[in-house]
Structure formats: structure tokens, C-alpha cells
């Protein structure tokens, strides 16, 4: 299978709080990230609120060009590309954002919408290929009969039909990555695994590879069952591989304690876990980052004087799937 | 209607309670004739999903209402020691007394709703004398240390902190902490940990279980998550378009569910660590609260609607007792899932 898309070593920093009179203190919101996505492929990559997972994936669509680190796509170093190269990989890697409501014009009617980058990237001369093409869109993504939706305007139509508008302009362009950022959670419980199905579906069709970025992890475990799962805490990926491997057998203290702690829908088996005791609750802020293993003030299999002095590297426990934990080591 | 299951005391009877809200669409009804009764010392929970009516129905429970919603018609009723109060039918004032004292809500949006510039300590403190002016410094200090150990906070960290110097998962223990200031002898909680990191949310809902289990407090749940009820809930009420569609006690409804909405949701959500089983999505959409179907208002997602689910709205029934469910078919329907 060959790569689409690679991030290597990618870090990106924000300055927070520069003023004239102080130069302000750098947060890194993602740490020395390695990710790679095959064609076709889907990888969720989980985590918490604030562990960098929706800056990663911004980085991954070309939205934000890494401080450190390359993003190759088909192995080339897209921020060395010449504008034109770099034109047509932003065009093979779209981005679906959570939130469905803001990110559609409103002005534009659903027609408005989904025809303008078709005529931006010369898809479609005239307005009679537009309409054509539109109609297309409109009826893969279930949007059916199109003639209905098409001159209808965003506020008319519900969250879930929004994101299906929204999930028709990424594949518009023929692309080969969906960045899909939270793509159904701020969609009605009974709607979601429609669009998680369309959006599958998609997959098979047009052979898109996913960034599925959630916090969710049990809907990261669904999307992505046949694919890869990426753990994220606090900027830094602390354990990969195949999805039901990284859901059923974590590794990761982690990603143990998170596993250990979610609620899951079924009353016997939700009061029946245990909980992992951690010895902290405090999740660090990104400006004062522990030294070595970011986890290490909170992990109760703490080793002094080693997982807070460097952070660990990545140990392989079998064929792509990694630990970064001394436990491994 | 009101069986009351035997040995059970209610401490809140709702009766045919109607809200609605004005809109320039039209009016919504976000409630339609809900019946309910919430016992003594349980932890139930409200399920639906967004336009259900569920926090409608959470502060019509105080008579919270916002303008210009209303409630058009119902009765509710508090049993307080003994005696019955009509919540709507008290004057402003003694309304306002009656909800810290006897029934206090923690919002969703808890965690912006501490005052800013005050340290915690006056935020609470001012909430017992504001009630009770005859409380010494001295007792009110004892009572908030005490609250705040209950609910784990370290009081003499926290008191001096403003909020902002909090993070979330202390600032939502510490809106806890006041809820309970009063000993009310019910709380209602809104969707008390959806903006909570997941390993804070886990010690949140521990809290909560203290809190029950060494205060006797009732406990009203509003969510859309149905993994925190099967957590924590003794009973689950199900709402779909402003009615509550099935009830019952948590383990007959996830494992022996009779709505088929109910049963629909359950096949819907992705699990975490059960063998993978085959999800089904649900068709359609949720109905235009403003333009809702005849009959049953899940009948146009329904696999199993009939003639007379297009027709007439189902009455609610008893399918066991203490397990209700407002659909025509109940009985033909075979609605299994993974009974362990």
C-alpha cells in the first residue's frame, strides 16, 4: 500500500501571551509527531480536549505549517512544494470540521456552495455542468431528490443533512485524504452512524484514506475497525496500532486509564470495571509540560529517575504497533 | 395513570405537564403531557437527544422555565416531609426559598457559572447567608469543608482560589459542593460532566456516587449519554419529541427495552469493549418540533409502524410493573439485545 500522506517529526508551537515588554512563552501543541495514512486507509487518531489531536490534523491539511517536522504527501516534502504542486495536494486533502454550522456559508445556497470550488479548480465550465455535477453530489451523499436541496440555503436544512452538505463539498474535488475532525459530534445520537456509514461508504467508492480525529474513542473504534488507532496525550502520540489491538490490549498507561474510566452503554458491564487510579488528576498545562514522560506525573507505574528525565522512544511490540513507555522498552 | 410502585415514596409527582415555546415558526412544544414520579433516595436519569425536551423538563422540574416558554398546563408536586407543595402554585418568593432549600440544579454550563472576581469561599459563604442569616462564620465554615471533602476538593486550597485558578473538573465539584449547601433533598444535574476531560468525568461520577450513597440524595439526571446512565442510574426515562416514550428500571430498559426507539438508540451506538457487533443507523430525522407528525411522533423512523401509529398518538402503559412504554405494538415486538 502506498503512502499518501506521512507527518515526520512534525512539532508545532504557539506563543502565548507576547506583549510588547515580554516575548511571551511558547506552548508546543503537538510534540515530534510521526503519522502515516496508506491510500484507502483510515487512521483515528483519539485523545482529550487540548492534546493537539485537531492542530495535527490542521497540519496534516495543509492548514498550518509545522515548526518543526515535515508533511509528505506521495513522499514529497509539501512545504518545498512549487505553488502549483502545493495547489493540487490541498486539493487532494480535505478537511471536515465538527461543527456543521459554522462552517457553511450562509449566504450561499447548498448550489452556491458546492459548485464554486468546482469551478475554481476548472472541474466544470458552464453552469449546465455545474448543476449536473452538483445533482451527483447531492444524490451521493443522500441529499435526495437534489432539485430539493440544491437552491436551499444552510439554515434550512438540519445539522445532520449540514454535515452531509459538508461531507460533499470535501469529496467534490476528488480527494485523497479526509481530514475528518469530530465529524459527528455535535450531531444528533440517532443521526450519527448515517453519516459514519456515508462516509464509509465514500470510502469504498472513491478509495479516500481518513484522518478520523475523535475523542470518542469507542466511535474511533467503530470507524476505524478495519484501520489504525493513534493515542494522543498532551501533544505527543503514546501509542499506535491496529485499532481493536490499541482498544481490547492497550499498552500505554494511558490509554489504560482511559479505557478503564469511560462509561460504556451496558449497565453490568460498566459497574463491573475497575478503575485505574492514577496518581494525579491535574492534567498539566501545555506552557509547563513534565519533563520526560509527559504522563508521568499522573502514572501510578512511575519510574524515578527515568520517565521523568527523557521521554521514552517508540518500542515496537509487533508488526505496527508501538509503545512510547519504558515499560516496553 | 398513577400506579405507584409498592414500597416507593415519591418525592416529585409531574402530572400532564405541557411546556411551550413561542417561536416565529410557530409554537414549539417541547413538552407534551409528561407524567412521571421521582422516588426517594433514587438516581434517575432523562435520556433523549437534543429538542427531546429533556432540559426543558429538568427546569419546568423548578419552575425554570425561560421566557417566553411557558408552562401551559400540569401539575408538579413536591412531597416535603409529609406534606404537599404545588410548586406553581407558590408565591415568587417562596418558590425561590423552596429551590435551594429543598431541590438545587447543577447546569451544563457550570463551569462558567462561578463569579469570576470572587474567591470561592464568598461565593458559597454568601449562598448560605442569602438563606439563612442566623448562621454563624464559624458553622457555615464547617458545613462548606465538610461539603467540599465530600466531593473531594482540598478546602483549604480551594477556598482561597478564584475560579480561574481552578481547573474544570474543581470548579464543577465545587458547583456541586453548592448545590448541596442547603441539604436540599433534591438535586437535578444537567449534563454535569459533558465538558470534562474523560479521566476528570470518571471522578466526578465517583463523587456523585458518594454523594448518594452517604447523603441519601435524590438525584435527577439530564443527558444524552447513554454510557453515564448504565453507570449510575436505578431508573432511565426515555424522551423522544417531548415525551417520555419508555421508563423503567435501568437494566429492563437496556436489556429488555419495549420502545423501539429505545431499542433503535441502543443498536445505534458504537461500543467500547464488547464484541463488535453490527450497529444499525436509525433512518429519518428527528421531528420539526414546530410540525410534528400525527400519531406516534416516531413513526416515520419506525421499522415496525402500523396504521394506527400513523393515526394515534400511544397512550403510555405498564408493561411490568415499573416499566412503562408509550407504544401501540409493545406486545407483538420481540426487541432483544444482548441480554447477558
Known amino acids: 500500500m502506498s503512502k499518501v500522506l506521512e507527518l515526520r517529526d512534525v512539532s508545532v508551537a504557539f506563543t502565548v501571551g507576547r506583549t510588547l515588554f515580554s516575548s511571551g512563552r511558547r506552548a508546543k501543541a503537538v510534540d515530534r509527531v510521526n503519522l502515516e495514512l496508506g491510500e484507502g486507509q483510515t487512521l483515528a487518531l483519539v485523545g482529550e480536549s487540548g492534546c493537539g489531536k485537531t492542530t495535527t490534523g490542521k497540519v496534516a491539511a495543509g492548514l498550518i505549517k509545522p515548526t518543526e517536522g515535515q508533511v509528505l504527501f506521495y513522499g514529497k516534502d509539501v512545504w518545498k512544494m512549487k505553488r502549483e504542486e502545493f495547489k493540487e495536494y490541498r486539493r487532494s486533502v480535505q478537511i471536515i470540521h465538527q461543527d456543521p454550522y459554522s462552517s457553511l456559508n450562509p449566504m450561499l445556497t447548498i448550489y452556491g456552495t458546492l459548485s464554486a470550488p468546482l469551478f475554481r479548480h476548472k472541474l466544470v465550465s458552464s453552469k449546465e455542468e455545474a448543476v449536473e455535477a452538483v445533482s451527483k453530489l447531492l444524490e451521493m451523499v443522500g441529499l435526495v431528490p437534489p432539485e430539493e436541496f440544491m437552491n436551499k440555503y444552510p439554515h434550512q436544512l438540519s445539522g445532520g443533512q449540514r454535515q452531509r452538505v459538508v461531507i460533499a463539498r470535501a469529496v467534490s474535488l476528488n480527494p485523497k485524504v479526509i481530514v475528518a475532525d469530530e465529524p459527528v459530534s455535535m450531531i444528533d445520537v440517532s443521526l450519527r452512524l448515517q453519516i459514519l456509514h456515508l462516509m464509509k461508504d465514500l470510502q469504498r467508492k472513491m478509495g479516500v484514506a481518513y484522518l478520523f480525529i475523535t475523542h470518542d474513542l469507542a466511535t474511533g473504534r467503530y470507524f476505524a475497525r478495519d484501520g489504525y488507532t493513534a493515542v494522543m496525550y498532551l501533544g505527543t502520540i503514546v501509542e499506535f496500532g491496529p485499532t481493536n489491538s490499541v482498544i481490547l490490549e492497550p499498552l500505554h498507561p494511558y490509554t489504560r486509564a482511559l479505557l478503564s474510566a469511560i462509561p460504556e452503554p451496558d449497565p453490568q458491564r460498566t459497574r463491573m470495571k475497575k478503575v485505574m487510579q492514577l496518581r494525579s488528576l491535574d492534567v498539566p498545562s501545555l506552557l509547563n509540560v513534565p519533563s520526560g514522560c509527559k504522563f508521568h506525573p499522573r502514572c501510578p507505574f512511575f519510574m524515578e529517575g527515568k520517565c521523568d528525565k527523557r521521554p521514552p522512544e517508540r518500542y515496537y511490540v509487533g508488526k505496527d504497533r508501538w509503545v512510547a513507555c519504558y515499560l516496553y522498552e | ?340
Open chain 2, 1 to 340: 395513570m398513577m400506579v405507584i410502585a409498592t414500597g416507593r415514596e415519591p418525592v416529585i409527582i409531574v402530572r400532564n405537564l405541557s411546556v411551550e415555546y413561542p417561536t416565529p415558526r410557530g409554537v414549539v412544544k417541547a413538552i407534551r403531557g409528561v407524567n412521571l414520579e421521582v422516588y426517594k433516595g433514587e438516581t434517575l436519569f432523562i435520556v433523549g437527544e437534543s429538542g427531546s425536551g429533556k432540559s426543558t423538563l429538568g427546569l419546568a422540574l423548578m419552575n425554570l422555565v425561560p421566557r417566553p416558554g411557558r408552562i401551559r398546563e400540569g401539575e408538579i408536586i413536591y412531597r416535603v416531609d409529609g406534606s404537599e407543595v404545588n410548586l406553581l402554585k407558590l408565591p415568587p418568593e417562596e418558590q425561590r426559598r423552596f429551590r435551594w432549600r429543598y431541590v438545587s440544579m447543577v447546569f451544563q454550563s457550570a463551569l462558567n457559572s462561578l463569579n469570576p472576581v470572587l474567591r470561592v469561599w464568598d461565593q458559597l459563604y454568601d449562598v448560605i447567608k442569602a438563606h439563612d442569616m442566623n448562621v454563624s462564620r464559624e458553622e457555615a465554615y464547617e458545613k462548606i469543608r465538610s461539603l467540599l471533602s465530600l466531593v473531594r476538593l482540598d478546602a483549604d486550597r480551594v477556598l482561597r482560589a478564584y475560579p480561574h485558578q481552578l481547573s474544570g473538573g474543581m470548579r464543577q465539584r465545587v458547583m456541586i459542593a453548592m448545590a448541596l449547601l442547603l441539604d436540599p433533598k433534591i438535586v437535578i444535574l444537567d449534563e454535569p460532566t459533558t465538558a470534562l476531560d474523560l479521566l476528570t468525568q470518571k471522578n466526578i461520577l465517583e463523587v456523585l456516587k458518594d454523594i448518594k450513597s452517604k447523603l441519601g440524595t435524590t438525584m435527577i439526571f439530564i443527558t444524552h449519554d447513554l454510557s453515564l446512565a448504565a453507570e449510575l442510574a436505578d431508573r432511565i426515562a426515555v424522551m423522544y419529541a417531548g415525551k417520555i416514550v419508555e421508563l423503567g428500571d435501568v437494566y429492563e430498559v437496556f436489556y429488555r427495552p419495549k420502545h423501539p426507539y429505545t431499542y433503535a438508540l441502543l443498536r445505534t451506538i458504537p461500543k467500547l469493549t464488547s464484541v463488535e457487533e453490527e450497529l444499525y443507523p436509525i433512518p429519518g430525522s428527528p421531528p420539526d418540533m414546530v410540525n410534528m407528525p400525527p400519531g406516534c411522533k416516531f413513526h416515520p423512523r419506525c421499522p415496525y409502524a402500523a396504521d394506527v401509529c400513523r393515526e394515534v398518538e400511544p397512550p403510555d402503559e405498564w408493561v411490568a410493573s415499573g416499566h412503562l412504554v408509550a407504544c401501540h405494538l409493545w406486545r407483538k415486538l420481540k426487541l432483544e439485545v444482548g441480554v447477558p
